[in-house]
């Protein structure tokens, strides 16, 4: 089981900019990739960027030059820096997970941070 705690969710104006954190915790095995999604009140949840085992990154468009998503292998961490905020990046924002345990590919979740870009 892995365990994803995110952070650093909150209110922020317009063109404000915040930084989320996930930490993963548990047992690991092989990484395959780690990401975020978001998902806005009445809407699906949606891919915001994505960071495979290689580092290779994948954005949505709508965020594409604003948000930067990275990674801390030692840390077992992923971040996403949002700079340029618009009031439709508002949303609960989820950590996810995917490894491989030998056996079969697993998917988790983090709990979830709402941010909120209002003036």
């Known amino acids: 089981q892995v365990q994803l705690v995110e952070s650093g969710g909150g209110l922020v104006q317009p063109g404000g900019s915040l930084r989320l954190s996930c930490a993963a915790s548990?047992?690991?095995?092989?990484?395959?990739?780690m990401g975020w999604y978001r998902q806005a009140p009445g809407k699906e949840r949606e891919l915001v960027a994505r960071?495979?085992?290689?580092?290779?990154?994948t954005y949505a468009d709508s965020v594409k030059g604003r948000f930067t998503i990275s990674r801390d292998n030692a840390k077992n961490t992923v971040y996403l820096q949002m700079i340029t905020l618009k009031p439709e990046d508002t949303a609960v924002y989820y950590c996810?997970?995917?490894?491989?345990?030998?056996?079969?590919?697993?998917?988790?979740w983090g709990q979830g941070t709402q941010v909120t870009v209002s003036s």
């Open positions: 996810n997970l995917d490894n491989f345990d030998g056996s079969k590919r697993n998917t988790y």
């Open positions: 548990g047992s690991m095995f092989s990484i395959i990739a």
């Open positions: 960071i495979n085992n290689g580092g290779t990154t």
